[in-house]
């Protein structure tokens, strides 16, 4: 019963590159929360996404940044144009219903880092 | 001023001891506290959760919820090395999960 799944683990990239980062929720989850984790700060939310729907994004920043959870397939974050400040990593969580935070499963997470 | 507030520490203390980890909250509206651990290079795992106020223990771990001074606390008996990580509070506030900056913990064997 795998856990939930995120890659890569480490991705680098140039300033103005764009940066794709994948997350498998476990088995039967349907919901899923991605946070970053600046250095030196907490974990900081920044969507909620159901299946196909954005349920809250108010810690996405406005600009450069987007997110899917497709019918079929991992939830992605996407991020264009990075920037040095993007450098962070980034941990994806999900959980069997929106109640269930007592549920809610945090992957390895993302470490991007932008030259 | 930040929702939750958490000391960075480091935190250093010898094996065996008695840990005190503390974290305070800005919105008396707040019912739902969760402590994790994370362990380095690692996503955070939730160790324990209460509701309101009053205790909640599983085994070597206690939680702890002062509504009355805004205060939560987790207690960690006979620490082990096993236990140095970093630990962070958080709470509820519309279906999200508000993080403290974490506490760095080092257990001295």
């Known amino acids: 019963n795998a856990g939930v799944m995120q890659n890569p683990r480490h991705l680098v990239r140039r300033r103005g590159q764009e940066a794709r980062l994948r997350c498998s929720p476990m088995k039967g989850h349907s919901h899923v929360y991605w946070y970053r984790q600046l250095p030196e700060e907490g974990l900081k939310f920044m969507v909620y996404?159901?299946?196909?729907?954005?349920?809250?994004e108010s810690g996405m920043p406005k600009e450069r940044f987007s997110a899917e959870f497709p019918k079929e397939g991992p939830s992605i974050l996407r991020i264009q144009q990075v920037v040095r400040g993007d450098s962070a990593a980034y941990f994806c969580?999900?959980?069997?219903?929106?109640?269930?935070?007592?549920?809610?499963?945090f992957g390895p997470g993302t470490r991007l880092t932008v030259l | 001023q930040k929702e939750v507030e958490q000391d960075p520490g480091p935190l250093s203390v010898p094996e065996g001891a008695i840990v005190s980890l503390n974290c305070t909250y800005s919105n008396s509206a707040f019912q739902y506290f969760m402590w994790y651990r994370q362990y380095s290079r690692k996503g955070p795992e939730l160790l324990m959760y209460?509701?309101?106020?009053g205790n909640k223990e599983d085994g070597r771990f206690t939680a702890q919820v002062d509504k009355s001074s805004k205060y939560i606390s987790l207690f960690i008996r006979d620490s082990q090395p096993s236990d140095s990580a970093t630990y962070l509070c958080a709470t509820l506030r519309d279906d999200k999960i508000i993080f403290g900056k974490g506490t760095r913990l080092h257990i001295l064997p």
């Open positions: 209460t509701y309101s106020s």
């Open positions: 996404l159901q299946k196909e729907n954005i349920i809250d």
């Open positions: 969580a999900s959980s069997p219903l929106r109640e269930f935070y007592n549920e809610q499963f």
